[in-house]
């Protein structure tokens, strides 16, 4: 299949997460075009139903092909890509890169063998979840908890509203809290939205731990499935598209900016 240099790399999530995807992505590749779609009607995910997830973003994400002819999309969502991956890829003719939670190296980093899946509580009830558990953290403990509040603290840091410490303490002390959590020196930050606030996870901390996502493997994905295929000679200004605009979208301008996405759409 022939490729244009200008078609994009598609980025969705529900919300702002995705942008810690998009980072590390536009850092390998930094010609490359970008369409960043948000489904800021549908927001958030993580505490819909696995039904309603599944039938809604291959959904949105047919739209969005359709309209910006992307050469590949990436699910920068853990709670999509856990739940709706397989009927993303079968709805779609371009390669489809899902997020998964960054199980295998905090069970390769902790010390302690305790570490912690902090997600959405859609992601960490998955049995997606438990497999990965099983196969790279099986002489582990492996704690898990779900924070629909830390989504909302990464959304309104990025809005650049005052943010309450209070968020990030009761996020991580649902780990903490569990039998063996004092132990734990590792944090697998298991949706997007959480590398954006993971300063704050970190100075709540009451001893230090690490955090790990997926970004830069995502990042490597992107790189290897597009080798060969040709980019515009210099960066363009990239785009981000919302299924709602209304003044929390007008409010993200600035930090939207700075991830070099300069034009707002309407889906």
């Not at 359709?66 to 371009?94: F, G, M, Q, W």
């Not at 953290?137 to 989504?151: E, F, P, Y």
Request: contains cysteine; glycine residues 8%.
């Amino acid at each position: 299949m022939t490729v244009a240099p200008d078609a994009p790399i598609l980025f969705f999530d529900s919300g702002v997460g995705g942008l810690s995807i998009l980072a590390p992505a536009r850092a390998a590749l930094p010609n490359a075009p970008v369409v960043y779609a948000a489904d800021s009607a549908g927001f958030p995910y993580g505490t819909k139903s696995e039904a309603e997830i599944a039938a809604r973003v291959p959904a949105l994400l047919g739209r969005l092909v359709e309209r910006y002819r992307p050469r590949l999309a990436v699910i920068a969502c853990n709670t999509a890509s856990t739940i709706a991956l397989p009927h993303v890829r079968a709805a779609l003719d371009i390669p489809v890169v899902g997020t998964v939670p960054a199980i295998k190296p905090a069970a390769l980093l902790s010390k302690s063998r305790v570490f912690g899946v902090l997600g959405t509580n859609a992601t960490v009830r998955q049995p997606y979840v438990d497999r990965l558990a099983a196969e790279h953290g099986a002489d582990c403990t492996v704690l898990r908890h779900g924070s629909a509040a830390l989504v909302q603290l990464a959304e309104a840091k990025l809005r650049g509203e005052t943010l309450d410490p209070a968020i990030a303490r009761d996020a991580l002390a649902g780990l903490l809290d569990q039998p063996g959590g004092d132990r734990m020196d590792m944090v697998v930050l298991a949706c997007t939205h959480f590398p954006l606030v993971e300063q704050e996870l970190a100075a709540a901390a009451p001893h230090p731990m690490g955090f790990v996502h997926g970004g830069e493997g995502i990042a490597r994905r992107i790189a290897f499935l597009t080798d060969g295929q040709p980019w515009p000679d210099a960066p363009s200004p990239g785009i981000a598209v919302f299924t709602r605009v209304d003044d929390k979208v007008d409010a993200l301008r600035g930090a939207l900016a700075g991830y070099g996405l300069d034009r707002i759409d309407a889906l």
